[in-house]
């Protein structure tokens, strides 16, 4: 038997995988031999545990009260599962290790997230739940995601405080179920753990979590609820010692004390309202729910004093238990004010963070069959498509730069806003408990309707470029560009993968070599916003010129303008982006297509390898981040409503300008971020006026105001030799000078 104490317990048990044990994980690390030591006397002790754990696997239960098994935390279980593997050469104990891992720290297989959703564990309750709803849940509880974090911030009646109750109750299942929790968390055996329920009030607290709770666990016949405290711990201990289990015991607490409930393995919960309630617990779980209660509550609530509230909790969740699939915290908010500290993490920070799981959205984009004039819904593919038109809808202003939200019932109305800054709602809602007119609820409170019923924040954050002929003045030449994007996937071999794609919309092809169509010999810069999935990477190159018809006042010089020759956006496509195929591209941008490239910027993200090998073969190759200050974004800003900034049509560069805006962090200062919601990658159905290919995102952006940052920052590389004139573009494009020499040639008979 090995040695055993309470000292210097390792770190809790950072399982991601409940099901498999991270089996993979755990091969594919080096052993700690401090652990073994720690644990293991000798090396007989370990084989002698591979006959326990086999037996186990196996079915037999009562192997796992021996002292060589019982003692071990998870971190001992996985280095002896390591070691075992790897110097232990019986087939038997290793396919049962890969078809019944589960057996090793449950008593019984453990429900999915989707067999949870039936009546034996949740009672006539899954007959209620709308499909948004059970798709969250099962995606925040896949295991092969990483969330720990579940920011559910939708319209009010979309099931919110119902998806959270489920999501604690199914870990409260998988934590009855365990044969030792304390060994499996990698805690003493004196630890107590406890799900909270936060709310600004005690009351509150049992209006929307607890009284629920108890509803379906009454409901179901899995759960056995327990009338006294004493049948409480005899049916606990039960739970315990025995192997079968055939229900789940639970017991409503009494009226003293902020423990509400109790379920199987000794889970506490817990009602809590202020943050010094906290202290001293292991908080396995925890949900908040309604920050908007707590503010306008009074009681001394302030932004500064909630923010700590809502981050303490957070904080000793993941700091007690790592990255522990079990251990979630989850904030059930309907949207309030971008003045609000938490509603402004939750819009602008939280997506940004793979760990947490943002559920938003409209009444009618969560439940379109409830708006059958608005929406055309297709239940089997789940596809819907709205009636944008005024005899079934109506357009709100969402407000900003200084304007309050506003209905508009007409398209005279409409037009006095951006299409950037309004959003299509339906007139009608047709539910199982009736008919509701929206468009009343929105005359009567514009702001509220459009959190409560439409998932928008008040207090939208001014947009950068709010006036549109700013935009569209960008794009009034004849520069060539991508109108929309290309892919280029990880699996795809990346030498001129995109010159393949790009090269005869820029460049022509004489006597076997390649000429840029627009000026080839001045100086360029590059710059690449880099993404491997879900965002899209942008190239973007540019010069500059001057623009003799506008003189500066100050040099009595024409003014400079810049000029993006392209954008290339790769889109992931349910892929991975190939992201050598970038530095094999600007390197065929030079060595084919003969450009004179005097520097290259990247972003960072993943960028060291691209920057190496660009290195090696010539470039020079600079970090530039335009999120580090606004400076960059502030001088395209400066340009672009100036009319100094030109580019060829690409749908993405439109829409990223627009869903530009600027946002308030908690520190006060600010900084120029993207709208947030849905991307959207399609732009071949859609044209110049209507498509949203590129909304909500700022790659392009990203890209350009990079490549402005550079050429300032080596300005003196960069004389501009040639005169802008946007009408005469075309006139000194490759092809039309092919033309007027041809046509000389032709008027003179030369052959």
């Known amino acids: 038997m090995g040695r055993k104490t309470e000292d210097n317990m390792p770190v809790a048990s950072q399982i991601s995988n409940p ?49 060589e098994y019982a003692y071990l935390n998870f971190n001992q279980l996985s280095q002896a599962l390591k070691w075992l ?44 739940l709308w499909e948004p709803m059970k798709e969250v849940f099962i995606d925040f509880l896949d295991p092969f995601k990483p969330h720990r974090s579940g920011i559910w911030n939708t319209s009010i009646g979309s099931g919110k405080s119902t998806l959270t109750i489920l999501i604690l109750l199914y870990i409260a299942l998988h934590y009855a179920l365990m044969r030792n929790p304390r060994k499996f968390f990698s805690f003493p055996d004196s630890a107590v753990f406890v799900v909270v329920l936060c709310a600004v009030t005690q009351s509150k607290a049992s209006e929307i979590y607890t009284e629920p709770i108890q509803q379906m666990l009454e409901s179901s016949t899995f759960w056995k609820q327990c009338r006294t405290a004493q049948e409480m711990l005899s049916e606990d201990r039960r739970l315990i010692e025995n192997d079968n289990v055939d229900y789940i015991p639970w017991r409503p607490a009494g009226k003293t004390g902020n423990t509400v409930i109790t ?65 979630r915290f989850i904030l059930d908010s309907s949207p309030s004010t971008l003045e609000d500290a938490i509603q402004n993490w939750v819009t602008h920070d939280a997506p940004k963070n793979i760990e947490n799981l943002v559920w938003t959205g409209s009444r009618w984009k969560l439940y379109p069959w409830e708006f059958p004039d608005f929406i055309d819904y297709d239940k089997s593919t789940k596809e819907s498509k709205e009636h944008h038109n005024f005899d079934v809808g ?41 008919i509701t007119n929206f468009l009343d609820k929105a005359r009567e409170n514009p702001i509220e309707f459009m959190k409560d019923y439409a998932g928008i924040p008040a207090g939208q954050a001014d947009r950068l470029f709010y006036q549109g002929h700013w935009i569209e003045n960008c794009f ?35 006597l076997n070599k390649y000429y840029y169509y627009y000026e080839p010999d001045i100086p360029r810069v590059i710059s690449v916003d880099q993404s491997k999935s879900k965002d899209c990477t942008c190239i973007a190159m540019s ?35 190939n992201l050598d195929a970038v530095k094999f591209f600007i390197y065929d941008l030079r060595r084919i297509g003969g450009l004179n490239i005097k520097h290259v910027s990247f972003d960072g993200y993943q960028s060291e390898p691209t920057k190496q090998f660009l290195k090696r073969i010539g470039f020079t190759v600079d970090y530039v981040s335009v999120d580090m200050n606004n400076e960059p974004y502030h001088n395209f800003f400066d340009l672009v409503i100036h009319n100094r900034w030109h580019c060829g049509k690409n749908i993405f560069v439109k829409n990223n300008m627009k869903s530009l805006h600027q946002t308030k962090k908690r520190s006060g200062a600010t900084k120029i971020d993207h709208f947030p919601g849905d991307l959207n990658y399609d732009w071949q159905n859609g044209n110049w006026e209507t498509c949203q290919a590129g909304v909500n995102a700022k790659d392009t952006t990203d890209a350009i105001a990079a490549n402005i940052q550079l050429i300032d920052t080596y300005a003196t590389e960069f004389v501009p030799s040639k005169i802008w004139r946007s009408d005469a573009v075309f006139e000194r494009s490759y092809d039309n000078l092919k033309e007027k020499n041809q046509a000389v040639m032709d008027k003179y008979n030369f052959i």
């Open 394 to 434: 109506f357009q709100l202003f969402k407000g900003g730069n200084g304007k309050p939200p506003v209905v508009c019932e007409m398209e005279s109305e409409a037009a006095l806003y951006e299409d950037a800054d309004k959003v299509w709602c339906p007139i009608k809602q047709v539910a199982s408990q009736g």
């Open 476 to 510: 009034a030449n004849g520069m060539k560009n991508v109108y929309g994007s290309i892919i280029a996937l990880a699996d795809e071999e990346p030498e001129h993968l995109i010159w393949n794609q790009v090269h005869h919309m820029f460049f022509n092809k004489i």
């Open 543 to 577: 010069h500059i010129e001057r623009d003799p018809t506008r003189i500066d006042p100050y040099t009595n010089q024409p003014i400079i303008v810049y000029v993006t020759d392209f954008t290339i956006v790769l889109v992931p496509k349910g892929g991975l982006i």
């Open 19 to 67: 099901f498999t044990l991270d089996l993979n994980k755990i091969q594919n690390t080096k052993i700690d031999e401090d652990v073994l030591k720690y644990t293991f006397k000798d090396e007989k002790t370990l084989h002698n545990l591979r006959y326990i754990i086999t037996d186990l696997l196996q079915g037999d239960g009562s192997l796992a009260k021996k002292d």
């Open 263 to 327: 379920t199987g393995n000794n889970l506490n919960w817990k009602q809590i309202s202020q943050a010094n309630a906290l202290l001293g617990m292991q908080i396995l779980m925890g949900a908040m729910t309604e920050i908007t209660f707590f503010l306008e509550a009074g009681k001394g609530w302030t932004n500064e004093k909630l923010l700590t509230f809502f981050s303490k909790l957070r904080q000793r969740i993941s700091n007690r238990f790592k990255n522990n699939y079990y251990a």
């Open 85 to 128: 593997l790897e110097n232990d050469f019986d087939e038997t104990f290793k396919s049962e290790l890969l078809l019944n891992p589960h057996m090793l720290t449950f008593k019984t297989k453990p429900p999915t997230p989707e067999e949870f959703l039936t009546h034996k564990y949740i009672g006539s309750m899954c007959e209620f």
